[in-house]
């Protein structure tokens, strides 16, 4: 569907994959199923954002973001691109479930090549909840992407009147309206009502001076993430090779930390040829080398301020380039 509004408006490819932002209430009650209204009944129900931008838009998925996988990542990548290359497209905005919203946005950060707004929206409440949060947030979504100023800042994430970085993007809560939280290096702005208010840019490399490129890549090299706690054992690393892991984030204790145990089985893993970053559960905070940890001994990456599921998208898309852990670390401290 286009729009019909004035010419002189910016041009935004509006992209959909689902998620809560276009969920329903199937029975009245608490339930709800995530994906079930269409991008254009999600424009349609808000008329003011004619008054924002001429509007393409285009279904690339109608999914609960529970279920976002590497081929639609591969998928969503091209489209955007496809927009982002399109002269008269100012920007974009994707509609995405918040559950993994952060993981797509760091992925579309590292592999789209464009200055031009990129922008991620979602809702906590389904669209027929009351006072659903997903129609100010689409508002304001639009708002961003049609900005000149918004240009060259990355990949940004919008909900709850706040502008997030993708790289710094992390869901901190089940069901809260504010879920979203930036962390240390905190927020890319803020926006009321369609009003911008942007702070400094990002300070990491992303999209027009990323290196990661899709050409030519059909999927993803397998990375997965094992959770660490106490009295955990080696059996689900030992699993993770087996597998066929080519990567393998530790989502450690504290600064990154693991047991004897499954350390030793983390030591073998990497010795095998298998790429073994160390992450944190905590939520917060830099995990260095070589600190209680002897990375350069048993071969380990440092994730440095990624959470585990930012740093399995970092590790993926570095495996596509180099097994050289040297050279994957210093990823780790560039993007
Ligand atoms: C999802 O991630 O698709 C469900 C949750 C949400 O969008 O808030």
Not at 54 to 64: M, P
Request: proline share 4%; aromatic share 4%.
């Amino acid at each position: 569907m286009a729009s019909s509004a004035a010419p002189s408006l910016p041009h935004i490819r509006l992209l959909a994959t689902g998620g809560t932002i276009a969920g329903a209430q199937t029975t009245g009650g608490r339930g709800y199923q995530a994906g079930k209204f269409s991008i254009d009944a999600l424009v349609a129900a808000v008329p003011q954002l004619a008054t924002l931008a001429r509007l393409d838009v285009e279904q690339v998925a109608a999914i609960g973001s529970q279920d976002m996988s590497e081929a639609v990542w591969l998928k969503l990548a091209a489209r955007t691109q496809a927009a982002l290359d399109t002269p008269d497209i100012a920007g974009a905005v994707i509609t995405h479930g918040t559950d993994t919203m952060e993981e797509t946005a760091f992925f579309l950060n590292l592999v789209v090549r464009a200055e031009k707004p990129v922008v991620l929206v979602g809702a906590m409440r389904p669209a027929t909840a009351i006072s659903a949060d997903g129609p100010m947030n689409l508002y304001n979504a639009i708002a961003v992407a049609g900005r000149p100023a918004a240009r060259g800042r990355g990949v940004l994430v919008v909900a709850n009147d706040e502008i997030h970085f993708a790289r710094e993007i992390a869901k901190t809560d089940t069901t809260q309206v504010g879920t979203f939280n930036s962390g240390h290096r905190g927020l890319a702005g803020l926006v009321n009502a369609g009003r911008l208010h942007l702070y400094a840019p990002p300070v990491r490399r992303h999209t027009a001076q990323s290196e990661f490129s899709l050409d030519g890549v059909a999927a993803l090299p397998r990375v997965d993430i094992v959770y660490a706690h106490a009295g955990m054992g080696r059996e689900l690393i030992d699993a993770t090779v087996r597998a066929g892991a080519r990567g393998l984030v530790i989502a450690g204790v504290g600064d990154g930390n693991l047991g004897a145990v499954p350390l030793a089985a983390a030591a073998e893993a990497a010795k095998a040829g298998v790429a073994v970053v160390r992450s944190s559960r905590t939520g917060g905070g830099v995990v260095e080398r070589n600190i209680e940890v002897d990375d350069d001994k048993f071969g380990f990456i440092a994730a440095d301020e990624l959470n585990p599921q930012k740093a399995r998208v970092l590790l993926m898309l570095g495996l596509t380039r180099t097994r050289e852990v040297r050279a994957l670390q210093e990823m780790f401290f560039a993007y």
